[in-house]
């Protein structure tokens, strides 16, 4: 119950410090739109924060990963592989066309790839920090 608590607050945390910097400086949202979409995306969170580390936990133990290079390869993977689906179904319910979505996720990748390995050591800190032993 505690590892779900504490991946749960690392996925809140990280995500609505980088969210809220993009949407603010590189989108330029007025600060009342962003605050009414990172409270619309907590629920969201909560219900993905931790089925998405326990599903990186998985890959680490399969893949094993040695270095940096290859832990960053496997998170990396584990965030395409479980991201773009949740990115994908959102928008779809959000109202978007298949060519905006498949727009957006394509653009969406880059950030992805980009903040999956600092997330997953965002995560592994914040375990550390709290006592929690890291699945490997």
Do not use: K
Not at 9 to 14: L, W
Not at 40 to 49: E, L
Not at 52 to 57: E, F, G, S
Request: aromatic content about 12%; hydrophobic content about 60%; cysteine-free.
């Amino acid at each position: 119950m505690r590892t779900s608590i504490i991946d749960t607050i690392a996925t809140i945390v990280f995500f609505t410090v980088f969210a809220t910097f993009s949407e603010l400086v590189i989108a330029g949202m007025d600060l009342s739109s962003v605050l009414t979409t990172r409270l619309v995306m907590i629920p969201v969170m909560i219900a993905t924060g931790r089925p998405y580390t326990v599903w990186r936990d998985w890959l680490f133990s399969q893949v094993q990963p040695r270095g940096y290079f290859s832990a960053a390869a496997a998170d990396i993977a584990a965030f395409l592989v479980f991201q773009v689906p949740v990115y994908g179904a959102t928008l779809m319910i959000a109202g978007a066309s298949a060519s905006e979505a498949l727009f957006a996720i394509g653009s969406a990748i880059v950030l992805m790839v980009l903040l999956a390995r600092p997330f997953g050591l965002f995560v592994d800190l914040m375990r550390r920090m709290f006592g929690i032993e890291l699945a490997r």
